[in-house]
């Protein structure tokens, strides 16, 4: 099956600063990779996805970069905010299956 | 993503004991998902479900089980055998691609 793996654990980053986090993925085959944002106490929201026939794709001040021959796809977020405070998880979903495969989490810090 | 609704927000459970966590969700959707979430697992699934009266194992199934007799309605059993119960737990639907979970409920084992 599909293997996840998310870096790094723990983001800390001053406030206007910019923030990345990588995540590998194991199956070529997954076609689907979703970002989701969890507020502390609070249900994880999906924020951005992209599809494996795209290389990037934005949506303000975050965006997502994928490279399938490396297998690996990264969340960029610019000019960082105190409510940019959360967990954010990736995920990737193979072809074979409508079940994504999570990443465990990273949690970022915005230091005002 | 406001249309599951998930029961109760907090329990507590003596050992030994089984208790169940409610889901219901209004977005007609067909599928639907139990997670567990402990710090740093990130989010691991336990059972899924396709359609009406039909549900398969995700990767951490024992000690759980589940029900679907309704679109709406997927259960959620934690049995007396689940060792280590005490964990924060999501449930989720999906319609395409995107997945929506509910608030989630808080198990402790006292």
């Known amino acids: 099956g599909e293997n996840v793996e998310q870096h790094p654990s723990t983001l800390s980053v001053q406030e206007g600063d910019s923030a990345v986090i990588k995540c590998t993925y194991s199956d070529s085959a997954s076609n689907y990779f979703p970002w989701y944002k969890q507020e502390l106490g609070k249900r994880p929201q999906l924020i951005i996805d992209i599809r494996s026939n795209v290389g990037e794709k934005k949506d303000q001040r975050i965006a997502v970069t994928l490279n399938k021959t490396a297998k690996h796809f990264s969340l960029h977020i610019t000019e960082t905010q105190p409510e940019d405070s959360a967990v954010y998880f990736c995920a990737a979903r193979s072809g074979g299956s409508y079940i994504p495969t999570f990443g465990r989490g990273t949690s970022l810090i915005v230091h005002p | 993503d406001g249309g599951i609704t998930q029961s109760p927000k907090y329990l507590f459970r003596k050992e030994g004991q089984n208790v169940t966590l409610s889901c219901e969700q209004n977005?007609?959707?067909?599928?639907m998902y139990w997670y567990r979430q402990d710090p740093g697992q990130g989010l691991r699934l336990i059972y899924y479900s396709q359609i009406v009266n039909d549900f398969q194992k995700g990767d951490i199934a024992e000690g759980y089980s589940v029900s679907r007799e309704k679109k709406e309605s997927f259960p959620l059993t934690v049995t007396s055998a689940q060792k280590n119960p005490t964990a924060f737990y999501l449930c989720a639907s999906s319609i395409g691609d995107t997945i929506y979970f509910g608030e989630g409920s808080w198990l402790t084992v006292v």
């Open positions: 977005l007609n959707h067909d599928a």
